[in-house]
């Protein structure tokens, strides 16, 4: 599956030419921003592919970098929305580790398969002057939030395993589910695939597994080490 960059015709949906131009920018950009990143995405290239004259974006942007900004501020605000509206769809009874299913799925179809945008704030989040971050830097930390609540949900409720740190397991999970913007080939092997096995490795990964029948859950793995110090002969 191959993202598309969106096309934009001015004086559909009743528009005005200026909002639909200054969209068409920000599409171009994020398209280009995405695979050439922030050292090479000149605006001779967002021009060729909006369609417009170079010299046209500064009657809407003052500098490459104030587009630049723009796009990976809306890459990570898009993403925040569109998890966030897929979790909040979910029945209220979905249990802590369907939620994470969902937050997996979610995340990895909207930064693959959708959006340029998502894309390109992924890959050039290192690359960025620090002047660039802050709007940034922001709405990463309350995606980060969004996260951090669907973990604690899951230690609160007994479903994480209790050998984990909450905090270390789900930055790694981030990074992880981040990263597929780098090696990922739709050549390869399809988005679904990837989806799949990502929730596969997340879910037997963090999640407490069930007590055989007739078992007793068996204490965490603190908690084991605690007892053996305590049990020890002095």
């Known amino acids: 599956m191959t993202k598309k960059p969106a096309t934009r015709k ?31 995405t000149r605006l001779t290239d967002v021009a060729a592919q909006a369609e417009i004259q170079a010299p046209a974006i500064y009657y809407y942007y003052p500098s490459r970098e104030d587009l630049i900004e723009e796009v990976m501020w809306s890459g990570i605000t898009r993403m ?13 009874d979905t249990a802590p580790m369907d ?3 969902a937050a997996v799925e979610a995340h990895l179809r909207y930064e693959l398969g959708i959006s340029d945008y998502t894309t390109a704030a992924i890959r050039n989040a290192g690359q960025l002057p620090d002047e660039l971050r802050l709007r940034y830097d922001h709405e990463t930390r309350k995606y980060g ?8 949900d899951a230690r609160s409720s007994g479903a994480l395993r209790g050998d984990l740190e909450p905090t270390v397991a789900r930055m790694l999970v981030m990074g992880a ?3 597929a913007a780098e090696w990922w080939n739709p050549r390869r092997e399809s988005l679904d695939t990837v989806i799949k096995t990502a929730q596969s490795l997340v879910r037997n990964g963090l999640a407490e597994p069930p007590a055989a029948e007739g078992d007793t859950v068996r204490p965490s793995a603190p908690s084991r080490r605690r007892r053996k110090t305590s049990e020890s002969p002095a």
């Open 145 to 152: 939030e969004l996260w951090r609540k669907l973990f604690e």
């Open 80 to 92: 925040l929305e569109h998890v966030q509206q897929v979790l909040d769809e979910l029945p209220a």
């Open 177 to 179: 589910l981040s990263w």
């Open 10 to 40: 001015a004086g559909t949906n009743g528009e005005p030419k200026s909002a639909l131009t200054r969209a068409r920018i920000l599409d171009a950009t994020a398209h280009v921003l995405s695979r050439k990143g922030y050292a090479g």
């Open 99 to 101: 939620r994470i299913d």
